[in-house]
């Protein structure tokens, strides 16, 4: 079946401008999360959603991020007043989202490069 | 909180060599352990998973890593490189008390097969 996909996978954009990256998860999945990927931070954790609830933010760098989550599955990162230090690859992630206590395997897309400048 | 140290930052084997991936964790228990892969323009594969149990564990392209708790270590092993086991690897912890289920990653190994 499809995996999850992020649109778009390459963005440039200039200081000061606001950006929106999308991610449609793997039907089915109930739990989602965004991670960022750069050289000087490595990979980091951004967000989380897990079906209804209030979405864990406790990664997100500043205020200047945001997420949400449309009717449970596609997801919309937006970054306003980009700066220099956004330019990262930011990859989103789906998994089933079962309340077991072992976590469920996190399936990843292809990431959206983002270029600030 | 949990973190993650992958020593290695690059390494370099011949073709048909073996290899070791080195990862500590620091959690004030067992946390749930991951490996995963990034080929150049591709998303993470995972690897391999610990939760609990048989300390060895096995995983896809015939890799394999052993959980040793009194070294807080999950080393990543292979007998026999193939070329196509270029890529970035990523050791991950999940911390089994906190109710988080996000990922928290290593630095990475970037793993370069020579001919």
């Known amino acids: 079946g499809a995996g999850v996909s992020q649109s778009p996978s390459n963005k440039v954009t200039e200081k000061g401008k606001d950006v929106e990256l999308r991610c449609d998860p793997i039907?089915?999945?109930?739990?989602l999360y965004w991670y960022r990927q750069s050289l000087g931070q490595g990979l980091e954790f951004l967000i989380y959603?897990?079906?209804?609830?209030?979405?864990?933010k406790s990664g997100l760098p500043s205020d200047r991020f945001s997420a949400e989550r449309t009717g449970g599955s596609v997801s919309t990162l937006t970054i306003q007043r980009t700066q220099q230090e956004d330019s990262a690859v930011y990859l989103c992630?789906?998994?089933?989202?079962?309340?077991?206590?072992?976590?469920?395997?996190?399936?990843f897309g292809p990431g959206t490069r983002l270029t600030v400048t | 909180a949990q973190s993650v140290t992958q020593p290695d930052i690059h390494i370099t084997v011949s073709e048909g060599a073996s290899l070791e991936l080195r990862c500590n964790y620091s959690y004030g228990a067992t946390p749930y352990l991951f490996w995963y892969v990034q080929s150049p323009g591709q998303g993470l594969q995972l690897l391999l998973k610990y939760f609990s149990g048989d300390t060895l564990v096995q995983g896809i392209k015939g890799f394999e890593a052993e959980f040793k708790r009194s070294q807080s270590s999950f080393n990543l092993r292979k007998p026999s490189v193939h070329w196509s086991d270029a890529a970035e690897y990523f050791c991950?912890?999940?911390?089994?008390?906190?109710?988080?289920?996000?990922?928290?990653f290593g630095s990475g190994t970037r793993l370069q097969v020579q001919p």
């Open positions: 991950a912890v999940v911390g089994s008390y906190t109710g988080r289920r996000a990922l928290t």
């Open positions: 959603f897990q079906g209804n609830s209030a979405p864990d």
């Open positions: 039907s089915g999945h109930t739990a």
């Open positions: 992630a789906s998994s089933l989202g079962t309340l077991s206590v072992a976590p469920d395997e996190q399936y």
